[in-house]
């Protein structure tokens, strides 16, 4: 079974308005961390942000936030007011605590965000 | 501060022909990670050191894979006789220990095999 499952291959979304990428997981351990990494066409993995299992607040950095649904087992990203720049594949990741940082970060397939103006 | 550096950035090599992939991690960070990344597709996670030592080896694709890490720092990925299906962008990534540390990644090298 898929530990990251990203629903949305492809997004068009218009420039200034809020995006959100989908991304659920599948983990029996209780302490683990949800990443979203970005990946623009220059092939970079740029880090974005981070929650943590324990977390009771989303996480938040600058226009990116992380919908952070435990239950669900749910970490979506939403970026507000989207700009051109934000054009890029998404990937979200998780990594278990009971691997204990020896097998990285599992990713999922990713989500490529064209925004148009 | 200095990133995670790997090279060369581009390599086209024969079918056949061993090659080495470098990455120099980020200074201070024990962790060190390679995954694969075919065109349009996710990243493989390939292996992962902690100081020198890789505790699992199972991810690479093959026996013709193999890697090293020396001093705990700079890494090298082998593969050796080549395959066309390797052709990818091998990334290599570093971090402080620690589960919840993000990965901090190279900009890759992209293999060509013909």
């Known amino acids: 079974a898929q530990k990251i499952t990203q629903t949305q291959p492809g997004m068009f979304v218009q420039e200034k308005e809020a995006v959100t990428l989908d991304c659920t997981y599948d983990?029996?351990?209780?302490?683990?961390?949800l990443f979203w990494y970005k990946q623009p066409s220059s092939g970079e993995m740029i880090f974005l942000i981070y929650?943590?299992?324990?977390?009771?607040q989303n996480a938040t950095e600058g226009r990116y936030s992380l919908n952070f649904q435990k239950a669900r087992k749910s970490a979506n990203l939403v970026i507000s007011a989207s700009q051109l720049g934000d054009s890029a594949m998404y990937f979200c990741?998780?990594?278990?605590?009971?691997?204990?940082?020896?097998?990285?970060?599992?990713f999922g397939k990713g989500t490529h965000l064209i925004i148009q103006p | 501060g200095a990133g995670v550096s790997q090279s060369p950035s581009n390599k086209v090599t024969e079918k056949g022909k061993d090659v080495e992939l470098r990455c120099d991690p980020i200074?201070?960070?024990?962790?060190l990670y390679w995954y694969r990344q075919s065109l349009g597709q996710g990243l493989e996670f390939l292996i992962y050191?902690?100081?020198?030592?890789?505790?699992?080896k199972s991810g690479l694709p093959s026996d013709r894979f193999s890697a090293e890490r020396t001093g705990g720092s700079v890494s090298t990925l082998t593969i050796q006789r080549t395959q066309q299906e390797d052709s990818a962008v091998y990334l290599c990534?570093?971090?402080?220990?620690?589960?919840?540390?993000?990965?901090?990644f190279g900009n890759g090298t992209r293999l060509t095999v013909t």
């Open positions: 990741a998780m990594r278990e605590y009971s691997g204990g940082g020896a097998d990285g970060l599992t």
């Open positions: 929650q943590g299992s324990y977390d009771e």
């Open positions: 050191f902690q100081g020198n030592s890789a505790p699992d």
């Open positions: 200074s201070g960070h024990t962790a």
């Open positions: 983990t029996s351990d209780q302490s683990y961390g």
């Open positions: 990534a570093s971090s402080f220990s620690g589960w919840n540390s993000p990965l901090h």
